[in-house]
């Protein structure tokens, strides 16, 4: 019987590190971004249903975030300064991660290798939206972490992020997300801990 790799090579998302030019308090790597990312997606895509007449799939969009960044295991996590520095590099960069999902296919069974083109594909312009904005939001938590660890590293990517993160607010699913859950963020356990019961 054939093997097929592609799990094992996902499973190497966990030694792929992210902010790598960057002095963290904690490390974090591509899987662990990923679950978060996929935990804020469906928050969002949840409260847009709820709140906002959407009409999303929120169990879609988080399974879309748990392999937004899958990729890596074959590219790498290139610094966003240069993925994003001009168009060409941009296009460039792009047509490598399309190469890497048809490279990352071949590893699964041909019956599965449909199911997963469709979740490496980007979605509908809302589950886009979504996507990126649980993305940016990581980014922005993990800021305000290192920041709250007394990590001033982080400071000048924060204000950055943070200009990213006001002009995504103008979708009020994530609006309504910063503005209620993010905040907690900076916070230490014995103050998040405070509406548990004992």
Known sequence: MKSNHFFAYLGRMKLIDRWALMRCTQ?????????QVAMFA???????????????????IAVKAIFHDATEVLTGDLPTPVKYFNNEIREAYSAIEDHAVAQLLKLLPDDLQGDYANIFAGGSEDEAKILKAADVISAYVKCVEEEAANNHEFSRARKTIELKLKDLCALPEVEYFVRHFVPSFS??????SQPLTP
């Not at 490390?27 to 990923?34: A, D, F, K």
């Not at 469906?42 to 879609?60: C, M, Q, R, V």
């Not at 916070?187 to 998040?192: A, G, V």
């Open 27 to 35: 490390r974090e790597n591509v899987q662990e971004h990923s679950l």
């Open 187 to 192: 916070l230490t356990l014995d103050e998040i």
């Open 42 to 60: 469906h928050a969002i895509a949840l409260i847009k249903n709820k709140h906002f007449g959407g009409k999303l799939s929120p169990d879609n």
